[in-house]
């Protein structure tokens, strides 16, 4: 069409490498095309097309070269040239690209050497040089204490000269480099790494690509310099998620030596990197109209279906390569009037043109714009200005720990904000817990309180407070502790406190809740076995789980931790099940077990889950120690409300008491409360209902404090006060099983004609019995042995 006439075709050379074993990266090329479709869609060179001719690099120098040559020598002429990813390839590349006056962007080689403006003076890139890594490392050398370091390099530019520039930020900032050492890329590193080893600095700055890598990493593990007592700090923008592993079939030879894949996960671990990032996270547009978001969505679906699908690999790269193609298109759209004053068009550059290339050179220099991987601009060397992230390989994952902004030179790191709310948190449930202790040991005399076993309250508690203080220890980071004998010492005292506390405090608490269901159980199920009675006094026992805090195997830890929990909880459920029937809800606390039980299955299922599957350290702490807190809290409030308002509500009927102290005897007792009711529902909206809560409500408390009597006269028979009553042996026994048959039918009793009955045929025998026990009581005693309680 004559529209298709007056467009211009203008075309630009570029490099990929696209196969390999380590550089398949057709992602770079699939992003360079995705840019070039919507900087059209976009009509951004208005009247032009935008197209790419492009040679497969193979992230080989010499076939680098071959590419360039053959771009420049073959139609149409390439106003720019685009590439490549490796240094290696990139640096010949660029000094060849000045002789025909060209402009190269690269949009992911990190060599220093390519900051020099006299070797590459036309030279630009989108991703930082491999430089700006030097500083976000030694923020981590200072947050972690860690002042002598050894430094390993791969024999190529772009980690050379970083060792160079790293020894020199060292003297700044008196971090103490102990050794330098470096091995050639196809090289067993074993010379290199011994010399480290004999040096003594677990604190290792490496630089090398992903195969060397691997080698060094095999090489340390067989010289003993394994994590978590050496630290690496590498590079991070090696494709892939596990680049550590081995490309080839088999296991990764090294020399005389091999490493199978287990060994490098293992040597992985802990490995710190620090390289730009993938994308912006921020959620501005950016300069193609979308927000990073979107674009990695629009990427993703045009990656599937691309040309060049089958090259997929670096797709980390991505982000770089379309934001540095964007550069190329913005420079050469700025470029248009500026060349028109010059009496010169982009479809008519010529190689060699000073002219153009000045103009092309100035308007990239100035560009500013955000990308999608961040603001994108150049300093005076062409380098990019930005922000690098500090990530950490843990459990297989690169998880993000710290950003680092070039401009302001600060950090920040991840967990700054997000672990401190774990410590005023559980600080406030500790205060909640304090409050019940006293609340618990202030009315420990009071009978509703005293039947609940107030000393296996305290254990509850303080298996509580045990909870809440293992959130912060969990919030703690003990790499902070530095790798010092003291630090490493240190760091595994933390590691074994986070785990026992929570341990401890779990067993504590429901152990001795259970306790109590026990008791319960076999006070009202195993009349024979009377003698098994534990006593309140502080004598129940707590069966600790035997678990030690060893990392070498976390299957079976991890197992044993869930199993005796498990067997604990499945344990508690059982007898929770088998008293529910117990009509002695003061003491009763099955409902709550069960609830408690309910609450903690779900919380620490749901943490487990969050624990395997959140590689996120912020993420995973929040999760984790809310999980921690809410299930704490919870179940001490089960445990303990209900608790409080029986005091309050035996406070009501103990006042209805003593407004006539003579009706105290039982019998009486029941018909006043069911006249009181009965008086009461006269006013009330619903009576019936009011009348049957009333009396269902006050013959708890009743029952109550009978259930309590009975273990006041189970004391005093057992402590044989009993016998100064009677020397004749065998009435000890004999009023002992009719106590405890009379235990069992009172608190069975659930209505009140259960009750009238039970009190008519039995008040007699009480009431001689009480008698007779009166005699050898205290007045204290003798004050609540009454029943009801004045
Ligand atoms: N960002 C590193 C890419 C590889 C290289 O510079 O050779």
């Known amino acids: ?422 410590t005023p948190a559980s600080g406030f449930g500790i205060v909640l817990a304090i409050i019940l202790l006293r609340f618990n040991v202030s009315y420990r005399e009071d009978r509703a309180i005293k039947i609940t076993s107030p000393n296996i309250n305290i254990a509850i508690i303080c298996g509580v407070i045990l909870c809440y203080i293992s959130v912060p220890f969990l919030g703690l980071d003990s790499n902070i502790l530095g790798i010092s004998t003291y630090g490493m010492y240190a760091h595994s005292l933390v590691c074994r406190i986070r785990i026992w506390l929570l341990l401890l405090g779990f067993m504590m608490g429901f152990s001795a809740l259970f306790t109590k269901t026990w008791r319960l159980y076999v006070i009202f199920t195993n009349k024979t076995s009377r003698k098994q009675k534990t006593e309140e006094n502080g004598d129940f026992k707590i069966v600790y789980s035997i678990t030690t805090c060893v990392t070498k195997h976390p299957a079976i830890w991890q197992s044993l931790m869930l199993g005796s929990n498990g067997i604990l909880l499945l344990y508690g459920l059982a007898l929770a099940w088998k008293t529910r029937n117990i009509a002695c809800d003061v003491a009763n606390d099955s409902k709550t077990i069960g609830l408690a039980v309910y609450s903690v299955c779900v919380f620490s299922s749901t943490a487990a889950l969050i624990g395997f599957t959140v590689t996120q350290p912020a993420v995973r702490f929040s999760m984790i120690a809310l999980f921690i807190l809410l299930s704490t809290t919870g179940s001490m409030y089960l445990i303990f409300l209900p608790k409080v308002w029986m005091i309050k509500d035996l406070a009501r009927v103990n006042s209805t008491q003593r407004s006539n102290e003579a009706d105290s005897e039982p019998g009486k007792l029941i018909e006043r409360h069911l006249h009181h009711s009965a008086s009461r529902s006269s006013i009330m909206p619903d009576p019936k209902v009011y009348k049957l809560q009333d009396e269902i409500s006050e013959l708890k408390s009743l029952l109550a404090m009978k259930c309590q009597r009975i273990e006041e006269l189970e004391e005093s028979l057992l402590k044989s006060k009993i016998s100064t009553i009677t020397n004749n042996e065998d009435t000890i026994p004999r009023l002992h099983s009719e106590l405890v048959e009379d235990a069992s039918n009172s608190c069975r009793c659930k209505s009140a004609n259960c009750w009238k009955s039970y009190f008519n045929q039995d008040s007699q025998e009480i009431s001689s019995y009480n008698n007779s026990y009166l005699s050898v009581q205290s007045p204290q005693q003798r004050r609540v042995s009454f029943l009801p309680k004045d």
Not at 289 to 303: G, L, V
Request: net charge neutral.
């Open 1 to 422: 069409s004559s529209d298709d006439q007056a467009i211009k075709n203008i075309t630009i050379g570029a490099s990929f490498p696209i196969s390999g074993a380590d550089t398949t990266w057709g992602d770079c090329l699939m992003a360079a095309r995705f840019a070039l479709d919507q900087i059209k869609d976009q009509n951004l060179l208005s009247g032009y097309r935008l197209n790419m001719e492009w040679g497969n690099t193979k992230c080989d120098a010499g076939t680098g070269m071959k590419v360039l040559f053959d771009l420049i020598h073959n139609p149409p002429q390439k106003l720019m040239i685009l590439g490549s990813a490796c240094s290696p390839v990139t640096e010949p590349m660029a000094q060849t690209s000045r002789e025909f006056k060209l402009l190269q962007i690269s949009y992911i080689s990190a060599s220093p050497a390519l900051n020099n403006r006299e070797t590459y003076p036309y030279f630009f890139r989108a991703r930082a040089s491999e430089s700006k890594r030097i500083l976000p490392s030694f923020e981590i050398f200072k947050r972690f204490n860690w002042t002598k370091i050894a430094i390993i390099t791969e024999t190529i530019n772009l980690y050379t000269l970083v060792a160079n520039e790293v020894v020199k930020v060292a003297n700044e900032t008196k971090t103490e480099i102990v050794t330098s050492t470096s091995f050639d890329t196809e090289e067993d590193p074993q010379k290199a790494i011994a010399k480290i080893k004999e040096s003594q600095v677990r604190i290792i700055y490496a630089g090398f690509y992903p195969k060397p890598g691997r080698r060094v990493l095999c090489r340390a593990y067989h010289e003993g310099l394994r994590p978590p007592q050496y630290v690496w700090i590498g590079p991070g923008w090696f494709p892939g998620p596990y680049w550590w592993r081995n490309r080839e079939d088999g296991d990764l030879i090294v020399g005389n030596i091999t490493c199978n894949n287990t060994v490098m996960d293992f040597m992985a671990e802990g490995y710190f990197s620090t390289d730009p990032p993938l994308t912006w996270d921020g959620n501005k547009t950016t300069v193609s109209n979308m927000t990073s978001e979107e674009w990695i969505k629009a990427y993703n679906t045009y990656r599937k279906y691309d040309l060049y699908a089958k090259y997929a690999g670096g797709y980390n790269f991505a982000g770089y390569v379309y934001d540095a193609t964007w550069a190329v298109a913005l420079t050469l759209n700025n470029s248009i009037q500026r060349l028109a004053k010059k009496k010169l068009t982009l479809e008519g550059f010529t190689y060699g043109n000073v002219d153009y290339l000045e103009v092309f050179t100035s308007e990239m220099a100035k560009l500013q714009f955000l990308g999608v991987t961040g603001p994108l601009s150049f300093t005076k060397t062409g380098d990019r200005i930005g922000i690098t992230v500090i990530r950490r390989v843990q459990n297989h994952s690169h998880i993000v720990i710290a950003k680092y902004i070039d401009q302001s030179a600060k950090v920040i790191w991840d967990d700054s904000i997000n672990y401190i709310w774990g």
